[in-house]
T-cell receptor, first 114, second 116 residues
Framework: GQQLNQSPQSMFIQEGEDVSMNCTSS?????WLWYKQDPGEGPVLLIA?????ELTSNGRLTAQFGITRKDSFLNISASIPSDVGIYFC??????????????FGKGTKLSVKP | DTGVSQDPRHKITKRGQNVTFRCDPI?????LYWYRQTLGQGPEFLTY????????KSRLLSDRFSAERPKGSFSTLEIQRTEQGDSAMYLC??????????????FGPGTRLTVL
């Protein structure tokens, strides 16, 4: 199925570092969502973005909806051990008054530096 | 707990058997979605309901898959004659579709299916 290009695929963090990841698409989306998934669990919604250019924060997390509507990024500031997990971006088309399904990236896996 | 719940959390079955999963959405949510997630991938859309009506199906949803939401509350996903390729995490999500265009989907913990 169709998926977004998410990068990096994986990264190692040291506590206190800032982290950045992004998502790009060949298609325009009306909504961008960022989720975090722990092993064996479902994705948990972190941030939702609804307007091109929008910058939204949720605690140490900041996400932006790209001006072209084809990309989004997520920043995590001052990372802590519980930030470890897999982060997914998801794009959504809303059309004709109905709300479409989510298209997901392959995820960015955050691990702690050994 | 007022989140999305799914049952069972894990299911192991033999190839050729039928399996059924249940999803209970957040109570005031009128939309319910099913996704499938394989190892190393993001979730992929299967189907969704608005109230009891099934409004969209992915081409991933083969004839062996059927989903229902008979009273517009909980939903079931049945897979008939399971194949090893059906092994995956099956995720359910719900959302509220009102006058606003926003549609934040909240996921359940998933059902992990293993087909031997």
């Amino acid at each position: 199925g169709q998926q977004l290009n998410q990068s990096p695929q994986s990264m190692f963090i040291q506590e206190g570092e800032d982290v950045s990841m992004n998502c790009t698409s060949s298609s325009i989306f009306n909504t961008w969502l960022w989720y975090k998934q722990d092993p064996g669990e479902g994705p948990v919604l972190l941030i939702a973005l609804y307007k091109a250019g929008e910058l939204t924060s949720n605690g140490r997390l900041t996400a932006q909806f790209g001006i072209t509507r084809k990309d989004s990024f997520l920043n995590i500031s001052a990372s802590i051990p519980s930030d470890v997990g897999i982060y997914f971006c998801a794009g959504q088309l809303n059309y004709g008054g109905s709300q479409g399904n989510l298209i997901f990236g392959k995820g960015t896996k955050l691990s702690v530096k050994p | 707990d007022t989140g999305v719940s799914q049952d069972p959390r894990h299911k192991i079955t033999k190839r050729g058997q039928n399996v059924t999963f249940r999803c209970d959405p957040i109570s005031e949510h009128n939309r319910l979605y099913w996704y499938r997630q394989t190892l190393g991938q993001g979730p992929e859309f299967l189907t969704y309901f608005q109230n009891e009506a099934q409004l969209e199906k992915s081409r991933l949803l083969s004839d062996r898959f059927s989903a229902e939401r008979p009273k517009g509350s909980f939903s079931t996903l049945e897979i008939q004659r399971t194949e090893q390729g059906d092994s995956a995490m099956y995720l359910c999500a719900s959302s509220f579709s009102g006058l606003a265009a926003y549609n934040e989907q909240f996921f359940g913990p998933g059902t992990r299916l293993t087909v031997l």
